[in-house]
């Protein structure tokens, strides 16, 4: 999740768009500053994803592709020829050699909050119990669960061997609020990560827990396509899957354009998409063991 001061605001999306723009007449891409996680050095584009420099090359490359469409969209809508760029369609999910990206049925996302990593117990104490009102939202809306293990929270490790994924601290210079993962992220990437900026934010913080467990169960980012209003980010979305209509008020929105809430809930519209993932929250069914 992005900050409100970050590239997320009208100016700020200006400014990166107008970058991208000279990338795609040859002047070299301004890549963000390197933040060093776990040994990695990564760069946070889009807010509240890190890629290494390998995946920062190919989303350079992918974006000043797009670059040049939408330069070559304007040049023809200003000549006064039909130009009609296509009305996408999201909750938009991910597509990695032909299908699509989600957790394997059964898969129990187990977690805990590593409580050392926290300068603070209030802090720690807040995450908590946000994460657990933002798992049993999206447990109470598609076949997902989550399981908090909370005996792993005083790990010594980064990376407890009991939990699927640890959540934990670490100040990031407001680079992001919070970031997540993808299912399809390699093993030591399994993380969501909290900057101190999380504890200001006036964002809903469980929704700000909403928004990046929506990543680690396959979403990307809504403002992204072009049904946004234009001052929203304009990413690339190769490798991308429709599941549902463009919704302005997405858990997966950023809140931008006089678009997306402060709220970060999980619409009618994510529950539809997120269904036709991973089908109907558990809850819903009488579970028979087989004998």
Known sequence: MAKPTDPKSSEGTAASRAGAAAGAEGAAFAPPPALPIDGEELYCVEGDLLFDEDELRLYREAQ???????????????????????????????????????????????????????????????????????????SDTCGVQFEYVSAADNSGSLRPPEVLFAVRHIDAKGAFIASAFFPNDPPHRRRVLVDPSYHTTDFDRAGVFRHELGHTLGFRHEHIRSGAPAVCPDEDTTGTIDLTQYDPKSVMHYFCGGVGTRELAITSMDRDGSRSVYGPPLSTFELVAAR
């Open 64 to 138: 000043q592709a797009l670059a040049a469409r939408n330069e070559a969209a304007r040049l023809t809508e200003e000549a006064g020829l039909s130009y009609l760029k296509p009305r996408e369609n999201t909750l938009l999910g991910i597509v990695q050699e032909g299908k699509l990206v989600r957790w394997e049925p059964g898969t129990i996302l187990k977690y805990c909050v590593l409580q050392q990593t926290f300068p603070r117990q209030e802090w720690y104490q807040e995450v908590v119990e946000n994460m657990k009102a933002a798992t049993r939202d999206w």
